[in-house]
């Protein structure tokens, strides 16, 4: 997603394009993936969130993958043009960056856990780019309903700057301002990653973990750990898998070649993740495993790192790099070969 002409300074509203009446173009009906309404009117009892968090692409496909958001949809926000096109908001004349509508049920997902997504996924402190991207476009905001979402979105900006302040960065220049009028984008644009699996994702995150409470029941679960509480809690060796997205050496770890029954649970939050009746040798140097013990435990990611297009598995609970995920598994068993580091493992035996 890139363009030729970045802007870095915010256009003023006496400057910006004219826009126009109605949208330029049409947007679909349904949502690619969860096949709900893309535009409102939404279901009774449901919330609405924005986030701008860099390229629109990769920032919807963190969202619709969680459990309690209804719909997602990738559009434009905080800006002056009314109905832009895209070639406008690349061009930096419109004051809008690229944004995110999460729709959701507050009885199932809360807007703080979303704010724990929207904060550990992209960099809050690079105003306004986002890595490889450049210009007003791709500056982090979050866009507030209500008072509510507006002293949960302050409160938790002062936590996660204070633990990336401990991690070395700098401070957070994420704009938090009311939630105006959201444009929605091409319909090329929504779901595109769904669309285009391997498609650019120019989203990446500091990899400090947010530590903001959880709700109700969650709020000891291990997912709210400082990074320092990290380093104290695992081994070194365990800290740069989990936590740092390292790869033990092959045939090193303790459960290659174990065939004991149990249940291998997440080494640093102990979700369950694999039945050792999935487990198999694949002779690859790494455990690997036919099936998870519940699409639910593992979330998948697009990894590019070393020149290689991959999808690394994260637990879901505490977001833990354990390893990754590949088509050459049995046949027989339906094909996956989930190739896990022992050291991110815990196996209960039974």
């Not at 006496?14 to 009117?41: D, I, N, Y």
């Not at 679960?221 to 365990?238: A, C, H, K, V, Y």
Request: hydrophobic share 30%.
């Amino acid at each position: 997603m890139f363009f030729s002409r970045h802007k870095t300074k915010m256009v003023m509203p006496t400057e910006a394009l004219p826009g126009r009446e109605q949208p330029a173009f049409t947007v679909p009906e349904r949502h690619a993936v969860l096949g709900t309404s893309l535009k409102p009117p939404f279901p009774e009892g449901t919330s609405t969130a924005i986030f701008g968090l860099g390229c629109f692409w990769g920032a919807e496909r963190e969202f619709w993958q969680i459990d309690g958001v209804y719909t997602t949809a990738a559009g434009y926000a905080g800006g002056f043009t009314p109905n832009p096109t895209y070639e406008e908001v690349c061009s930096g004349r419109t004051g809008h960056t690229e944004a995110v509508l999460v729709v959701f049920d507050p009885e199932k997902i809360s807007y703080r856990d979303l704010l724990r997504v929207f904060w550990e996924a992209h960099d809050p402190t690079q105003e306004m780019r986002q890595g490889n991207d450049v210009g007003t476009q791709y500056r982090s905001a979050i866009y507030y309903a209500d008072d509510g979402q507006r002293r949960i979105a302050e409160e938790t900006r002062e936590v996660y700057e204070e633990a990336l302040r401990r991690d070395g960065y700098g401070s957070i220049t994420t704009e938090i301002a009311p939630a105006g009028r959201f444009y929605y984008a091409e319909g090329y644009h929504q779901q595109y990653l769904h669309k285009v699996p391997y498609g650019y994702c120019g989203l990446g995150g500091t990899g400090v973990s947010c530590p903001i409470g959880m709700d109700a029941d969650a709020t000891n679960d291990e997912w709210s750990r400082t990074d320092r509480e990290w380093r104290e809690l695992l081994s070194p060796e365990q800290y740069a898998v989990l936590r740092d997205v390292a790869t033990e050496l092959p045939f090193s770890g303790e459960y290659v070649d174990t065939d004991d029954y149990g249940l291998y649970r997440c080494a640093a939050c102990g979700n369950a993740l694999f039945d050792s009746r999935a487990k198999y040798h694949s002779g690859t140097g790494w455990p690997s495993f036919t099936e998870t013990v519940s699409p639910d435990a593992l979330e998948l990611i697009e990894d590019r790192s070393h020149g290689m297009v991959r999808t690394e598995v994260r637990c879901a609970r505490c977001r833990s790099h354990l390893g990754h995920v590949f088509d050459d598994g049995p046949r027989e068993a339906g094909g996956q070969r989930w190739c896990m580091n022992s050291v991110a493992l815990d196996l209960e035996r039974r």
